[in-house]
């Protein structure tokens, strides 16, 4: 499939053009949206003001998980809709979801009976859509599956399943799969207001960041999935609206996998302040998140704060033998995650809710909020349930939950990096195969091919160094200063397929290298 832009551009530029929905943002809510949409044959146009999971939807700690924290707090309901929506994804994006084994090191007797009840439950929940069964491990056995951990005052583990995967990859299949579907989706097209007629919004304003040129454009339905950015289109909307989310920061550092060697996660159920945090193998790396921050501002990079790198590293040393230091933090990313504003002002975010919530404005807005991406799906049919509702649309069926996610093929062997791109992997191949070029590494380090940047730009929607080394290949996630190596042979090559000259290319490898920075730790 051939992303080419000027063609997903071409319905823009009827005046006449009245979509059924947009959806404003490219995250995993505003994706899973278009696709339901368009999937029940509603005319739907997606716009993301910067590159496809630009924002928190690249940041999470990888996992599709019912929650096992949530749980805890007694929210049966979200643990139990997480957990279906978990299974449906293992079935219908086989390629990026994987079944992941964690263990839980237990050190009282207390503890182990405690979480072996409450995680036993969690079996029970998922239903026929179960990952494996929980079950007690000796001190023995948890020490050889988890190698790297202490031993001191060990006493066995429980073992418990959930599900990983590649989130950045997830949500550029999903953009691809709106495609297939009949959707228009579009990265770096930024929505500077909303049309009414009367009271009623009737379209948005938007213009595309990489030529300027300005569009209006009509739409039964306006959806705003922008996360953390909510607030932004409802003060378009409604000036002085007060806001409906509060972002919480989430931190994770990336160490190399030496640090504990296994093929299953770690999982600390309570850290020092009662938060939850995870140990979790990664396209060769390990893993190690989260935090929890309330924070006031909104931004599309996040920066870790010191406070946070440090709780992440003190915990992590009290139960690695080997303990990490700044220096062995290959990278770092923040993300904030879009939650329900608290009506008091207590600051703690542990509490605020994970459920997602839809609002309709006045003006006939439809708002979704909360959730996180194991949930994708469901929002998404909720959100067009509502949009169907508010802008009177002929009914049509939700189709997505047996939909297959562009990619998927059943038994993907991961003995190498391309198992991502699932059925695109021997295209991705062929091309080094028409041009032995192609054939060569992007870092001596790394296995990435260059042929992965032609096709991220000829299939993925690529358009800038960043999206293809942050987003289609992960390596400024897995190693910021390698990333930050890879950018002017990336821009150069993005420059040839591209027709670009010498400025592009420096414009780029500039402002590549001033984001990176902010993935790596000073010493």
């Not at 994006?93 to 090191?105: D, E, G, T």
């Not at 579907?181 to 948005?204: C, D, E, H, M, W």
Request: proline share 5%; with cysteine; aromatic share 6%.
């Amino acid at each position: 499939m051939n992303a080419a832009r000027d063609e997903i551009l071409k319905p823009l530029d009827d005046p006449d053009k009245e979509w059924d929905i947009i959806v404003v943002g490219g995250g995993a809510t505003g994706l899973g949206t278009a696709l339901d949409a368009a999937s029940r044959g509603y005319q739907t146009l997606l716009l993301e003001q910067a590159d496809f999971a630009k924002g928190t939807s690249s940041r999470s700690t990888k996992l599709v998980h019912g929650g096992v924290r949530y749980l805890a707090q007694g929210n049966i309901r979200l643990v139990r809709e997480a957990l279906h929506e978990r299974g449906l994804l293992l079935k219908n994006a086989p390629h990026l979801v994987k079944n992941l084994p964690f263990i839980i090191p237990i050190y009282s007797w207390f503890d182990g009976m405690l979480y072996s009840i409450g995680l036993r439950m969690y079996d029970l929940l998922s239903g026929n859509l179960s990952f494996g069964k929980t079950k007690r491990i000796s001190k023995k056995e948890t020490l050889e599956r988890l190698p790297g951990i202490k031993p001191m005052h060990l006493r066995g583990g429980i073992v418990y399943h959930d599900g990983q995967f590649d989130d950045a990859r997830l949500a550029v299949n999903l953009a691809q799969t709106c495609l297939e579907q009949g959707a228009a989706v579009l990265n770096y097209f930024r929505v500077t207001g909303l049309i009414k007629k009367g009271k009623k919004i009737s379209g948005v304003k938007t213009t595309d960041q990489e030529t300027g040129k300005k569009y209006q454009l009509k739409a039964k339905v306006v959806i705003n999935a922008t996360g953390v950015f909510v607030d932004d289109l409802l003060q378009m909307d409604s000036p002085g609206k007060k806001p409906i989310v509060r972002p919480s920061q989430g931190v994770h550092l990336v160490l190399n996998r030496s640090f504990m060697p296994s093929a299953d996660a770690l999982m600390i159920p309570k850290t020092v302040d009662g938060r939850v945090l995870f140990m979790v193998p990664w396209h060769d790396k390990l893993v190690i998140g989260t935090t929890d921050t309330p924070l006031d501002e909104r931004r599309l990079e996040p920066v870790a704060l010191y406070s946070e790198v440090n709780f992440i590293l003190n915990t992590a040393a009290e139960y690695l033998v080997k303990a990490p230091k700044r220096k062995d933090v290959l990278s770092v990313f923040a993300g904030l995650r879009p939650l329900a504003a608290p009506t008091d002002e207590s600051s703690s975010t542990k509490e605020i809710s994970r459920s997602h919530k839809i609002i309709v404005s006045a003006s006939g807005l439809v708002t979704i909020t909360g959730g996180k991406w194991t949930t994708y799906r469901k929002m998404g049919e909720d959100t067009v349930d509502k949009a169907i509702e508010v802008g009177n649309l002929q009914p049509a069926r939700c189709k997505t939950e047996d939909m297959p996610i562009h990619g998927t093929i059943p038994g993907v062997n991961q003995d190498d990096h391309l198992y991502v791109y699932g059925s695109d992997r021997e295209q991705v191949l062929a091309l080094t195969r028409e041009n032995k070029e192609l054939a060569g590494k992007l870092h001596p380090r790394y296995d990435y091919l260059t042929a992965e940047v032609i096709w991220a730009l000829r299939h993925e929607m690529a358009r800038t160094v960043e999206d293809v080394l942050a987003r289609r290949l992960r390596l400024l996630f897995l190693d910021a200063h390698a990333a930050i190596a890879a950018a002017p042979f990336t821009a150069k090559l993005m420059a040839d397929e591209l027709g670009k000259g010498d400025q592009w290319q420096n414009e780029q490898v500039a402002a590549f290298t001033a984001l990176a920075g902010n993935y790596l730790l000073q010493p």
